[in-house]
């Protein structure tokens, strides 16, 4: 069974940084794609950055140059740094995984950027 437990959410002031880790138990991230989603209250899920099997990344307009995405092979760990946090980056951030073609989700971490 694939799980996956994002950690690292909290409540932060804009401009503030934050670090998400998102672990995994059963499966090997360097081997498969997977993705850093979160969702607003009231809004749909929305993509927020990605990471190919071989490495490539991608981001959100939203988020580039803000945020970092990286994966420690070792720990089966991946992280999204972000930094310059605005208040529109409040919502629950989401992993996922997709092993052939099944998507498995981690529960979320909550992410609040206020004054």
């Known amino acids: 069974q694939v799980q996956l437990v994002e950690s690292g959410g909290g409540e932060v002031q804009p401009g503030g940084s934050l670090r998400l880790s998102c672990a995994a138990s059963t499966i090997i991230f360097r081997l498969n794609a997977m993705g850093w989603y979160r969702q607003a209250p009231g809004k749909q899920r929305e993509f927020v950055a990605g990471?190919?099997?071989?490495?490539?990344?991608n981001y959100a307009e939203s988020v580039k140059g803000r945020f970092t995405l990286s994966r420690d092979n070792a720990k089966n760990t991946v992280y999204l740094q972000m930094n310059s946090l605005k208040p529109e980056d409040t919502a629950v951030y989401y992993c996922?995984?997709?092993?052939?073609?099944?998507?498995?989700w981690g529960q979320g971490t909550q992410v609040t950027v206020s004054s």
């Open positions: 996922n995984v997709q092993i052939n073609v099944q998507v498995y």
């Open positions: 990471m190919a099997p071989g490495g490539r990344l």
